[in-house]
């Protein structure tokens, strides 16, 4: 003789939930099956909830940089590289405890900016830190984090690089956006470069 499964223990518990979804079984063994497909789907949600919550998306490595021709000017932070297109406005900004490039488009609403951090004592996670991020690597093992977000007004905002070396964008419109994600997508590993 078989017994039924564990999950078919609560019959009235059961009852009540079908009765208050207007759900109809035909037997207790179609009641049975429909309690093991529930549950089913339940513990699938619940297995997968903890990596929604954490937020991770594919990680994904930076490749090595190349010399080959590229249409635009080459920026180096550091151990990175981007590609700039050359219709945009650069400004190198040096400071006592940082350094950065900013990169300048100019919009129907304002000029929208793209800091290329180059040095110091700042990280990627300041912007969209309770959002899904990305895990980035370096060919030397270090690892960083890319993350976007949008504002409360329809704003986009993204930071992603390592530590002391990476790009953000705060509160830009989504076309800035995407011009922006053009350079930052353009990263590339390029160790011992001068700063």
Request: hydrophobic letters at 35%; a positive charge; glycine letters at 8%.
């Amino acid at each position: 003789m078989t017994s039924s499964p564990p999950i078919c223990a609560d019959q009235r518990g059961f009852e009540r939930f079908l009765r208050m979804t207007g759900a109809k079984a035909s037997g207790t063994k179609d009641i049975c099956m429909s309690r093991f497909v529930i549950a089913l789907a339940l513990a699938s949600l619940t297995l997968e909830m903890p990596i929604i919550a954490v937020g991770e998306l594919p990680p994904s490595t930076i490749p090595a940089c190349t010399n080959g021709k590229v249409n635009g000017k080459r920026l180096n932070t550091g151990r990175l590289r981007y590609v700039v297109p050359k219709n945009l406005i650069v400004r190198k900004v040096r400071d006592v405890d940082y350094g950065e490039y900013r990169v300048f488009l100019n919009t129907k609403s304002g000029w929208e900016a793209l800091h290329l951090f180059s040095w110091g004592n700042g990280t990627p996670d300041s912007l969209c830190s309770a959002v899904p991020s990305r895990t980035l690597q370096l060919p030397d093992g270090t690892e960083g984090r890319d993350a976007r977000c949008t504002k409360g007004d329809n704003k986009e905002a993204r930071s992603t690089g390592f530590q002391s070396e990476f790009a953000f964008y705060d509160s830009v419109s989504a076309e800035s956006a995407q011009s922006f994600d053009l350079i930052i997508d353009s990263m590339c590993y390029a160790p011992g470069k001068n700063r």
